[in-house]
């Protein structure tokens, strides 16, 4: 007599499993051999030592631009350049600012005028027996 097979683990059988297993314990074998002889060959062929000389240089030029920066910028903030630049900026603006507003007033005064005009030459071409005030 047979004996019903269980189920488990969506659906697969517990021969199935195992043999799922065994696969996945071949591939971690392989991959294991593989890493083995990669780091090898890298080892051997000096590739890792260059790898890391690089790093390693890599990191001291991060490190030494970081502090130049800072210390451009300390060298900068003491001497005032950075005030006086963030100060000339303000100026600016605020002048930038004074100037749009004088022109903006000019525009509406002159807008203002050339209405004016136009009304009064419209004004002058319905009637035009008459002269202009002030002329002889």
């Known amino acids: 007599m047979e004996s019903a097979k269980t189920t488990n683990y969506k659906g697969k059988s517990p021969e199935e499993l195992a043999e799922m297993i065994k696969a996945i314990a071949r591939n ?6 593989q890493v083995r ?20 240089m890599a990191a001291i030029a991060a490190r030494d631009t970081a502090k130049d920066i800072n210390d451009t910028a300390r060298k900068l903030q003491e001497s ?38 136009t009304e009064d030459l ?10 202009p005030a002030g002329t002889t």
């Open 28 to 33: 971690i074998r392989d991959s294991s051999t």
């Open 37 to 56: 002889e990669t780091v090898k060959t890298l080892r051997e062929s000096g590739g890792l030592q260059e790898l890391t000389e690089a790093v390693n």
């Open 80 to 117: 005032g350049v950075l005030d006086e630049t963030r100060a000339a900026v303000e100026e600016t603006a605020s002048s930038a600012k004074d100037t749009a507003r004088r022109v903006k007033d000019e525009a509406t005064k002159t807008a203002e005028g050339m209405k004016k005009t």
């Open 122 to 131: 419209k004004s002058y071409e319905s009637k035009p027996d008459e002269k």
